[in-house]
């Protein structure tokens, strides 16, 4: 099961990569609940979670808008994800939308 989350920043902040930074400087200190995995790409990123099944796939997107391609069998990686997002850049993000 696929849902499609769009994250817009506040006046077209690059966000993004202030996110993948924030994975890995949360990874390099402690075991975070997010981690990279497989081939570097500019743009994109994979990442899965410590105990949710599946993976989530972000890419940089027209106007720094974020979109993150979240498969999973259950709520719970998508929740999981919102959540990272609001508690790390909740004051640089405009919009979150999700379609399912």
Request: hydrophobic content about 45%; proline content about 3%; aromatic content about 10%.
């Amino acid at each position: 099961m696929m849902k499609l989350v769009q994250i817009t920043p506040l006046d077209r902040k690059p966000l993004y990569g202030a996110m993948v930074k924030k994975e890995a400087e949360i990874r390099k200190r402690r075991a975070g609940a997010f981690s990279r995995v497989g081939t570097k790409t500019a743009n994109k990123a994979k990442w899965k979670h410590v105990r949710f099944k599946g993976w989530i796939t972000l890419e940089r997107g027209r106007s720094e808008i974020v979109t993150a391609k979240v498969r999973s069998p259950d709520w719970q990686l998508l929740a999981a994800f919102v959540g990272w997002v609001d508690r790390h850049f909740g004051d640089q993000v405009e919009a979150v939308t999700i379609q399912f």
